[in-house]
């Protein structure tokens, strides 16, 4: 298990670090796990891309929270992403888990993926809300702690002879270590910065896309605060 302190630490340095290691799901269901092979860093009210730009709020305060808890919320309405808060409370700084590749699970992974083959497991989790449905991660996981061995999802380095024991160490992306970063995707302010972290030649890495903004039209009626893209407002 990865430690609290491996948390307390800016989200631009977590993000590459979080590269190899095993994020897993143990529902009614069954368990899912999936190695992080793509990741993204906002850095709360300095970042004008995070959800804690403009400060506390009911939706983001797991983001003002102690680090290594869990802060899930929905894009464009539709599907739900998962991110890991870092930095002491207080200082609400997160990492998005952008894509994964599914090592456990696959067969529960592809039902949930409303029928997606085994087989592609290139796809099963390849973007933010493909992990979060592949894992089955919804609201009901918000403000879980990945650090506690309790929990139902958790987060291990997935190195060394024993994955599950603590661990403050960065995990390792692969035999070659290599890592790429580029702009982050999706968002329409500070896109520019170069924290989005993926394994480099990762077949499961998720497709850049830039900003395109919303198609006008109609809103929907809805009771929810939902925010389009990734981590902006």
């Known amino acids: 298990m990865l430690t609290r302190e491996f948390f307390a630490r800016p989200a631009a340095e977590v993000a590459p670090d979080l590269l190899g290691c095993v994020l897993t799901h143990d529902s009614p269901a069954g368990r899912v796990a999936a190695v992080i092979v793509e990741t993204e860093a906002y850095a709360g009210q300095a970042d004008p891309a995070s ?20 802060y899930v919320y929905v894009s464009y309405g539709m599907h739900f992403c998962v991110n890991l808060v870092c930095q002491p409370a207080g200082d609400a700084s997160a990492v998005l888990l952008r894509a994964g590749r599914v090592i456990e699970g696959a067969a529960l992974a592809a039902e949930r993926r409303a029928g997606a083959r085994p087989a592609a497991g290139r796809d099963l989790a390849r973007g ?12 009901s996981l918000a403000g879980a702690d990945v650090c506690d061995r309790a929990s139902p999802l958790r ?10 024991a603590p661990s403050s160490r960065p995990c390792s992306p692969g035999p070659a270590g290599r ?10 302010r500070a896109e520019e910065v170069p ?3 993926w394994i480099t030649g990762e077949p499961c890495v998720s497709p850049y896309r830039s900003y395109q903004g919303r198609r006008a039209g109609p809103k ?8 389009g ?3 902006h407002q």
């Open 179 to 188: 890592i790429s970063t580029g702009p982050r995707v999706g968002v329409s």
């Open 220 to 227: 929907p009626v809805s009771g929810r605060d939902h925010a």
């Open 195 to 197: 924290w989005r972290f």
């Open 128 to 139: 933010p809300g493909r992990l979060c449905q592949a894992l089955g991660i919804d609201a």
């Open 51 to 70: 959800h804690a730009f403009r400060g506390r709020t009911a939706r983001n305060a797991v983001m003002f929270g102690p680090p290594g808890h869990v």
């Open 155 to 164: 987060v291990a380095s997935g190195t060394g002879p024993s994955p599950s």
């Open 229 to 231: 893209g990734t981590m």
